[in-house]
């Protein structure tokens, strides 16, 4: 069974950091991608990462890290200077195989986790 599970949200405050991890089973992901939704805002790209490339969104660009773990499956999203609109719920998401593009786009991806919540406080 396909699962993603992250972890390592939580409260901080403005100009701290925190890293999440999204642990993968079941099968083994071309590229995942992290993505946030804050209340009444849509869902947005945050980063993503193949086995050769990385994808930032331009508000984190700089600031957050994605990187990714082959033997444990696992891909994190390290995020320094954090501001308090980087507050939202944190998805990771998993796609079988990289066709080279549409890294930023939600429907391009086969699975989700259950989200993390992370809040910066001012």
């Known amino acids: 069974q396909v699962q993603l599970v992250e972890s390592g949200g939580g409260l901080v405050q403005a100009g701290g950091s925190l890293r999440l991890s999204c642990v993968a089973s079941?099968?083994?992901?071309?590229?995942f991608g992290w993505f946030r939704q804050a209340p009444g805002k849509e869902r947005e790209f945050v980063a993503a990462?193949?086995?050769?490339?990385?994808y930032y969104a331009d508000s984190v660009q700089g600031r957050f890290t994605i990187s990714r773990d082959n033997v444990k499956n696992t891909v994190y999203l390290q995020m320094n200077s954090l501001k308090p609109e980087d507050s939202a719920v944190y998805y990771c998401?998993?796609?079988?195989?990289?066709?080279?593009?549409?890294?930023?786009?939600?429907?391009?991806?086969?699975?989700w986790g259950q989200g993390t919540q992370v809040t910066v406080s001012s």
């Open positions: 990462i193949t086995w050769s490339s990385t």
């Open positions: 998401a998993a796609r079988f195989f990289d066709p080279g593009w549409g890294a930023e786009g939600a429907e391009n991806y086969n699975y």
């Open positions: 079941g099968r083994t992901f071309s590229r």
